[in-house]
T-cell receptor
Framework: GQNIDQPTEMTATEGAIVQINCTYQTSGFNGLFWYQQHAGEAPTFLSY????GLEEKGRFSSFLSRSKGYSYLLLKELQMKDSASYLC?????????????FGRGTSLIVHP | DGGITQSPKYLFRKEGQNVTLSCEQN?????MYWYRQDPGQGLRLIYYSQIVNDFQKGDIAEGYSVSREKKESFPLTVTSAQKNPTAFYLCASSKEAGGRSREQFFGPGTRLTVL
């Protein structure tokens, strides 16, 4: 089985930087995804890491350390619209296939 | 416009009734998935299918059934055996490469309420 841990809730100020951590324990690790989900809507893909290091995409960056079982999503220049839930998903072998398992998500509240 | 659709958006059902949730995609993706999301919980995998006419149980398959007769369609039936069916149901699809799913594209979801 897999164990994925994220903080339940975080708050931050508009214009600031926030880091959302995700730790995991799994065998057969094969990639980590971050998704954004606004309330009542579908999750949308943000980033993917399979090798150690930082992946940057505009205001969003994601980091992975496979040896530590650790990833973070970094959001810069926060905007009010960034208030959402952020889901960490770890891909690992399941019954011979590589299927993602989702964490519980981190609810980010951005205030003025 | 390529995408993944789910219908209906809201669904009400009486206890003891079976109900089928629709999921269609025109992205030419091989893999399709059904997740359940409860308040304060992450997405939990119900069933997935990597190819037509084949599907596998996820972590919480009891009380649910699926079919995959066409590549574009992956309907989910919530049966009366599901003890607590009220939830938000999300369908997703992804490209596959050697059994490894790429990023998933999600439908808008169906909110099922059992009265």
């Amino acid at each position: 089985g897999q164990n994925i841990d994220q903080p339940t809730e975080m708050t931050a100020t508009e214009g600031a930087i926030v880091q959302i951590n995700c730790t995991y324990q799994t065998s057969g690790f094969n990639g980590l995804f971050w998704y954004q989900q606004h309330a009542g809507e579908a999750p949308t893909f943000l980033s993917y890491n399979v090798l150690d290091g930082l992946e940057e995409k505009g205001r969003f960056s994601s980091f992975l350390s496979r040896s530590k079982g650790y990833s973070y999503l970094l959001l810069k220049e926060l905007q009010m619209k960034d208030s959402a839930s952020y889901l960490c998903a770890v891909r690992a072998v399941t019954g011979g296939s590589y299927i993602p398992t989702f964490g519980r998500g981190t609810s980010l509240i951005v205030h003025p | 416009d390529g995408g993944i659709t789910q219908s209906p958006k809201y669904l009400f059902r009486k206890e003891g009734q079976n109900v089928t949730l629709s999921c269609e995609q025109n992205l030419n993706h091989d893999a399709m998935y059904w997740y359940r999301q409860d308040p304060g919980q992450g997405l939990r995998l119900i069933y997935y299918s990597q190819i037509v006419n084949d599907f596998q149980k996820g972590d919480i398959a009891e009380g649910y059934s699926v079919s995959r007769e066409k590549k574009e369609s992956f309907p989910l039936t919530v049966t009366s055996a599901q003890k607590n069916p009220t939830a938000f149901y999300l369908c997703a699809s992804s490209k596959e490469a050697g059994g490894r799913s790429r990023e998933q594209f999600f439908g808008p979801g169906t909110r099922l309420t059992v009265l």
